[in-house]
């Protein structure tokens, strides 16, 4: 069974920084594509960014891209998330997402994903 456990979130000002950690456990982490997805208050989840088992592929949303950066650390079993620029509707909850599916490189479907984390908030002040 595969463990993830976000760390990172917190409180910072509009056109602030921060960076988002995912660790996995329980498995092996180079065989899994992994996403980041985020929930707002009585939004349904929604698609971040994904990136390919080997980091070479990566997919984000369209309100994140040119801000958000996903990276992963094979060798630390931790998968990232920068986002620079942050504005007040990037305020939710961000969790992060393992896939053992290989149809694709990259997911961003939530039904695509097999293992979830507790999530870590995010609020950006404006």
């Known amino acids: 069974q595969v463990q993830l456990v976000e760390s990172g979130g917190g409180v910072v000002q509009a056109g602030g920084s921060l960076r988002l950690s995912c660790v996995a456990s329980?498995?092996?982490?180079?065989?899994?594509?992994m996403g980041w997805f985020r929930q707002a208050p009585e939004k349904e989840r929604d698609f971040v960014a994904a990136?390919?088992?080997?980091?070479?592929?990566?997919e984000y949303a369209d309100a994140v891209k040119g801000r958000f950066t996903i990276s992963r650390d094979n060798a630390k079993n931790t998968v990232y998330l920068q986002m620079n620029s942050l504005d007040p509707e990037d305020t939710a909850v961000y969790y992060c997402?393992?896939?053992?599916?290989?149809?694709?490189?990259?997911?961003?479907?939530?039904?695509?994903?097999?293992?979830w984390g507790q999530g870590t908030q995010v609020t950006v002040s404006s």
């Open positions: 997402a393992a896939t053992t599916r290989r149809a694709a490189a990259t997911a961003s479907g939530t039904w695509e994903y097999d293992y």
């Open positions: 990136i390919s088992r080997s980091g070479y592929v990566k």
């Open positions: 329980g498995g092996t982490f180079s065989t899994y594509g």
